[in-house]
């Protein structure tokens, strides 16, 4: 079946499975702002105490804050395949930061079945703004390409890593710059105007933004109060991609300041337009903090109790913040300790739009905890598997974490088991106590991979 007709298909089947309630009801415009590099300590909501976020604690306030969500991914490009197919990295078509010279990365397949364009089917306007990294401009990855209406921002991870670029892209225009305009500005231009043009029809506004990812680049404003508060960092000097940046502490504080900042711009506006009580906001991150261009994620307490960064797959580089604000539907000042990952985002926000949930999704959908109502389905286990490194993979299985490391030269290496409710740091392996959890694992980690020609542990390509 070719991939007109499979959609053509989809989009009927999508109106017919609508109950006549989902039908009676409003479709809700969705906003999903996905934060870059974000640790789960960096938001005061969830523990950090070196700078305030009042905004995003609003949202958490007036919402439900999750205390167990997970990243798709431990880095960027194959948590957005996760989030954009409801498939985790055993199953979905990215699992790595594949470049492709001379810009983008490795795209995703022409046939995927992705968000925007199951939203599409529904009626949704679909616009993203920020960091996409799955296609280069004009391959069958490119964001418009794959159901996006409208793009704005970097297509390619690489140009991303600093706020001062040259160039980024408008749909699949190239946009010429200065190297002086902090891009994140751009982007947020863009995205709140997508939200006003489509105030009267639902619309899905994804904001993959880049802060606060490696360059600890922002405007001045916000690092001065921060140069003041922490002097004694004025020695230290951040290099990670463009101008090199006095200072990193000050102006990681401030670069998530002036993220709290723009995700209170959103609500505002959002408010001003009339679409508070049918507009479901949801914030995330992509991975586990950096400890690059100068960061201190220790100084910052970024993972907060869990060990691991960035690239790990331990829950410090893949436990990520996660709230949902939807006035009248979302009780507020809720906590959910449901043990979730970004595949699920797919699932629960096809249900909330009135689309049919397509087969063979990892993903499950959240609504029920949400909302209140109805059963909450439970997984079985998250899944995860990384190629850099030597070669990892992870399993979170109820309160047991299972993690196998090295699989580049060592297939058959040892299984590491923790108890995450006893140990948040996973610093004590009880494998040689629980051999039926070693078992366990290692029946899930043969039944949750699949072969990828792109992306393997031994990194043989076709």
Not at 195 to 201: A, L
Not at 244 to 264: H, R, S, Y
Not at 297 to 326: C, E, Q, Y
Request: some cysteine.
């Amino acid at each position: 079946m070719n991939r007109v007709l499979s959609f053509t298909l989809l989009a009927i089947l999508g109106c017919c499975f609508v109950s006549t309630s989902q039908a009676e009801t409003k479709k809700p415009n969705i906003i999903y702002i996905l934060a870059d590099d974000l640790g789960i300590g960096d938001l005061g909501c969830y523990g950090q105490e070196k700078f305030e976020t009042p905004n995003l604690d609003r949202l958490a306030a007036e919402g439900m804050k999750f205390t167990q969500h997970y990243s798709g991914s431990t880095v960027c490009a194959p948590t957005r395949s996760v989030l954009m197919t409801g498939l985790h990295t055993g199953h979905t078509p990215v699992r790595g930061n594949a470049e492709v010279k001379p810009v983008g990365q490795e795209p995703l397949p022409g046939d995927t079945v992705t968000l925007p364009e199951l939203l599409k089917t529904a009626g949704y306007a679909t616009g993203a703004f920020g960091k996409w990294g799955l296609g280069y401009p004009g391959s069958e990855g490119d964001p418009n390409h794959q159901g996006f209406d409208v793009f704005y921002g970097y297509n390619c991870q690489r140009n991303a890593h600093t706020y001062y670029p040259t160039w980024m892209y408008d749909n699949q225009k190239k946009i010429e710059l200065d190297g002086k305009t902090y891009s994140h500005d751009l982007i947020m231009d863009h995205a709140l105007q997508f939200i006003r043009d489509n105030k009267d029809k639902p619309f899905f506004c994804y904001l993959p933004i880049t802060i606060p990812h490696a360059a600890m680049h922002v405007p001045e404003e916000y690092v001065k109060p921060f140069r003041e508060k922490f002097s004694e960092f004025e020695d230290k000097v951040g290099k990670y991609a463009g101008p090199p940046v006095k200072n990193p502490i000050a102006a990681f504080a401030g670069m998530c300041t002036k993220m709290d900042d723009d995700v209170g711009r959103v609500m505002h506006l959002v408010k001003e337009l009339g679409l508070d009580d049918n507009t479901i906001i949801l914030f995330s991150s992509d991975n586990g903090a950096h400890q690059e261009g100068g960061h201190d994620p220790v100084f910052f307490n970024s993972n907060g109790p869990f060990r691991g960064h960035k690239r790990d797959l331990t829950d410090g580089g893949i436990r990520a913040p996660f709230m949902v604000r939807w006035p009248g539907h979302v009780k507020a000042g809720t906590e959910s300790d449901m043990i979730s990952a970004h595949w699920d985002v797919l699932p629960t926000l096809c249900e909330l739009a009135g689309v049919e949930v397509p087969a063979g999704l990892d993903g499950i959908s959240m609504v029920p905890t949400l909302t209140g109502k109805g059963d909450q389905p439970q997984h079985e286990y998250l899944y995860w598997e990384f190629f850099e490194r030597g070669g990892k993979r992870a399993v979170r299985l109820g309160k047991w974490k299972g993690i196998q490391l090295n699989m580049t030269n060592k297939p058959n290496a040892p299984i590491e088991i923790y108890n995450i409710e006893e140990d948040l740091e996973e610093q004590n392996n009880v494998a040689d106590k629980h051999p039926e959890v070693v078992a366990q694992v290692k029946r899930i980690f043969d039944e949750a991979h699949t072969e990828n020609d792109r992306f393997k542990f031994k990194f043989e390509r076709k």
